[in-house]
């Protein structure tokens, strides 16, 4: 019995049809969230380990929370609610772990002003006031 209409013939294939298309790239912008998340880890681990930083690293490490935050919502991923693991164990003295931060920093601003030169107009403000506080960052470490 046919009710009223044309029927199109279905076939076994056109049941489960997807579109073949490629998933789109990855924002260029996923490395600096993942960036800032390492970077606001080894500021917790250092503050943690030389309590007598923890004034003056934990507002850093906020910092590079928020930039990771507002980064992620710039390309429309989430932050992972888990803080990331420091990639390397804080050094055993104050003055070494400054040290090593204020590297990880000198890395990370070069890396964000690599991606503020590449980015569109709409991300380098965000971009550029990242390098700009990775440099301060530097210079609070001193």
């Excluded at 013939?9 to 600096?32: E, H, I, N, S």
């Excluded at 380990?49 to 004034?55: G, V």
């Excluded at 991923?77 to 920093?105: Q, Y």
Aim: charged share 20%; hydrophobic share 45%; aromatic share 2%.
């Amino acid at each position: 019995m046919v009710l009223g209409g044309a029927l199109t013939p279905l076939t076994g294939c056109d049941l489960f049809d997807r579109d073949d298309q490629p998933a789109p790239p990855p924002d260029p912008l996923r490395p600096m969230v993942d960036e800032s998340l390492a970077l606001a880890a080894a500021y917790r681990a250092s503050a943690t380990a030389h309590p007598e930083l923890a004034d003056r690293l934990n507002p850093i490490a906020e910092t590079h929370t928020a930039h990771a935050t507002e980064l992620a919502r710039v390309i429309g991923v989430t932050v992972p609610s888990a803080a990331a693991a420091p990639t390397t164990a804080p050094a055993a003295d104050p003055n070494g772990a400054r040290a090593a931060l204020r590297t990880l920093e000198k890395t990370a601003q070069q890396s964000a002003t690599a991606a503020c030169a590449a980015a569109p107009a709409e991300r380098a403000a965000l971009l550029g006031s990242i390098v700009a506080a990775r440099a301060t960052h530097q210079e609070a470490l001193k």
